[in-house]
């Protein structure tokens, strides 16, 4: 079942979800290489971290860094995050004028505090008349390029926001919607509520509904897509030390049993080249190894892999370094089940989504919200 956003098809209807710290280019650059073993076309779309609009529109170094792709990367879909329209739009229009995004998505799913506090992120489509200032401006000045939507079900269960986030943006003429089946107040915890998804697509019937949410093997892809009916699959922290999920996921989609089974040697291969990518990215080596270290409990979850040696692998120096940690593992220690398909990363417990005061009072922008908005207009990131 292929995936159309706009003028843009992928045979497998799967999209990595930007992820702060994680899916930068080499990353992204290893989910495709792995996506393309059962696709025609890397199978799927593979979104940037995402970026802010002020930022980009100052042409803040690090942030024209991250919207700069490879040249195996197309189509190139970038992330933006936003909460003043005029900026916004300004944002996209750059990213069209000077060719650097094939498709647009824009943030509303964010539950970090830094970025609610100020009513950025999944507060946001609260403010029903801000939410559609933002989307149908960035609508209009991408022009060809395709629009898309990522939020979340609401604040919390009393304030949810995602029908109506939907239809707006199928009215303004975005390309898709997806929701993460949680609320801001849930953040990772607890389990998402793919019944919402199925709700969106019922309501919103003439764009592509994505359902996000604990997605951890090929098959709970296929699951949500039978049991919600949405148009493809949102992948987030199922795929962190798990690029190969990608190969997972177009065979599954394309019908084939094929699975990605490594070996522990097949996670330490990876694993090194993860860490040469960062380095050519960075231009540093030890700036790239220093990024790997994050990713090394979620590659060997599961793994027999001890305490004291992982401690050492995620304290690496150079890659000389991981190469002399790498070799004192038992390499053919074969797949270990189901223990490294599960849950990954710290999914925390639900906690009161920080907000302006008074923000929930009325769906209107007042005007001491809106003199404050600008102040979310920071470099932070966050999914």
């Not at 529109?57 to 991250?66: I, S």
Request: aromatic share 6%; with cysteine; glycine share 10%.
């Amino acid at each position: 079942m292929p995936l159309t956003i706009g003028p843009l098809t992928s045979d497998t209807p799967v999209v990595l979800a930007p992820m702060a710290g994680v899916t930068n280019e080499p990353f992204r650059l290893l989910c495709r290489e792995f996506g393309a073993m059962h696709s025609d076309n890397d199978g799927g779309f593979f979104v940037s971290e995402m970026v802010t609009s002020r930022a980009l529109v100052e042409r803040k170094p690090e942030t024209m860094r991250m919207v700069k792709m490879g040249e195996r990367e197309r189509p190139r879909s970038i992330q933006l995050y936003g909460v003043d329209p005029a900026t916004v739009r300004a944002a996209v229009g750059l990213l069209v004028e000077e060719d650097l995004a094939d498709h647009v998505d824009l943030n509303f799913g964010c539950p970090v505090p830094k970025v609610t506090r100020k009513g950025g992120g999944a507060v946001l489509p609260w403010k029903t008349e801000l939410f559609t200032q933002i989307v149908s401006g960035a609508v209009e000045a991408a022009g060809d390029v395709p629009v898309t939507v990522k939020t979340r079900m609401g604040v919390d269960e009393d304030h949810l926001t995602y029908l109506d986030a939907g239809r707006i943006a199928q009215e303004v003429g975005a390309a898709a919607i997806a929701l993460h089946g949680r609320t801001a107040n849930q953040h990772y915890s607890g389990t998402a509520q793919w019944d919402a998804i199925a709700a969106l697509k019922n309501a919103v019937t003439d764009i592509p509904v994505l359902g996000n949410g604990d997605i951890w093997t090929a098959e709970d892809a296929l699951r949500m897509v039978e049991e919600t009916g949405c148009d493809g699959v949102v992948v987030g922290r199922g795929c962190q030390g798990r690029p190969w999920l990608f190969a997972d996921l177009a065979a599954g989609f394309a019908g084939r049993p094929d699975r990605v089974r490594p070996t522990l040697g097949d996670v330490c291969r990876t694993l090194r080249r993860h860490a040469v990518l960062l380095t050519e990215f960075f231009e540093s080596e030890e700036r790239g190894v220093r990024d790997l270290r994050k990713h090394v409990g979620w590659y060997f979850k599961g793994y027999p892999v001890g305490g004291e040696l992982r401690h050492a692998l995620a304290t690496m120096e150079s890659i000389a370094d991981l190469d002399q940690k790498l070799s004192r593992l038992d390499w053919d220690s074969p797949y270990p089940g189901e223990t490294v398909e599960g849950p990954r990363g710290r999914a925390g417990r639900p906690k009161r989504t920080h907000m302006p005061d008074g923000w929930l009072i009325s769906r209107e922008l007042t005007d001491e919200h809106r003199t404050r908005l600008h102040e979310a207009e920071l470099s932070i990131s966050g999914g």
